[in-house]
């Protein structure tokens, strides 16, 4: 379209205008923002451990989920980290039931004060990086048949950088039975 005004005024047309494109964004290194990130989820239902490896070096937080977890046992529950391969030993912590009977390890993050060989448990862990290597854990845990939940915090600092979740007992022979375990990264 073209305007024209009589006079001294100047000829004015009309500019050309293009609709911008638009194509989602990329992250380059480190994202920013919230990115949560769910692996896939494993069947607990035999084994004495259950291994989430390939945790990418940015992660900050860990969620560890627990649906109708049990083992044939009396063992707690822990839960180990590390970079390159498991750590196991230098946690500091302990779990406790909310009757107060207390439970400690330095092989893990325990879980549970102690568990019922015939009870399926549900909740979750949150795994979060303090600083530089060192890591905190806390979580709650609820057994089926019972109204008696379990709660637990602890700390470790490893000798890298993160990359792997397992999942096991602290005997570590007790065989997980039922349910199923995922994580969420971010």
């Given amino acids: 379209m073209a305007i024209t005004i009589s ?14 494109t638009l194509t989602s964004p990329t992250f380059a290194g480190t994202p920013s923002g919230s990115i949560i990130t769910s692996m896939t989820a494993q069947a607990s239902t035999s ?12 992660v900050k937080r860990i969620t560890v989920m627990f649906n109708g977890v049990s083992t ?14 498991v750590t196991t030993s230098g946690y500091v912590g302990n779990a406790s039931s909310y009757a107060n009977t207390v439970a400690t390890s330095t092989a893990g993050f325990i879980l549970t004060q102690a568990n019922v060989a015939s009870a399926s448990y549900n909740g979750h862990i949150v795994i979060t990086n303090l600083t530089s290597n060192t ?23 490893l000798g890298g950088t993160l990359d792997r979740v397992r999942i ?11 349910g199923s375990i995922n994580i969420l990264y971010e």
């Fill in 135 to 157: 890591w905190v854990e806390s979580s709650v845990l609820i057994p089926t048949n019972s109204n008696s939940g379990q709660g637990s915090g602890g700390n470790i600092a």
């Fill in 72 to 85: 044939n046992g009396t063992s707690s529950f822990l839960i180990q980290i590390g970079a390159g391969s």
């Fill in 47 to 58: 084994g004495t451990s259950i291994d989430f490896t390939s945790i990418p070096s940015w």
């Fill in 168 to 178: 096991t007992t602290v005997n570590g022979t007790d065989t997980f039975d039922a």
């Fill in 7 to 20: 006079g001294d005024s100047p000829n004015l047309t009309s500019a050309s205008l293009t609709t911008p």
